[in-house]
């Protein structure tokens, strides 16, 4: 087992961060617009 950083390990890296970025892209207005209209309002406005 090799203790250097492999260029594989980073592409892994990068398609474990894109999966997670892009199921937290779709599933939260998802998730809010559910919630209703007013949460997703507030949130908004937080961010």
Do not use: H, N, R
């Not at 890296?13 to 970025?21: D, E, I, P, W």
Request: charged residues 10%; glycine residues 10%.
């Amino acid at each position: 087992m090799s203790k250097i950083w492999s260029k594989d390990e980073t592409l892994w890296s990068f398609a474990l961060y894109g999966t997670a970025v892009g199921a937290g892209t779709l599933f939260l207005p998802i998730q809010l617009g559910s919630a209703g209209a007013i949460v997703l309002f507030i949130t908004a406005l937080v961010a």
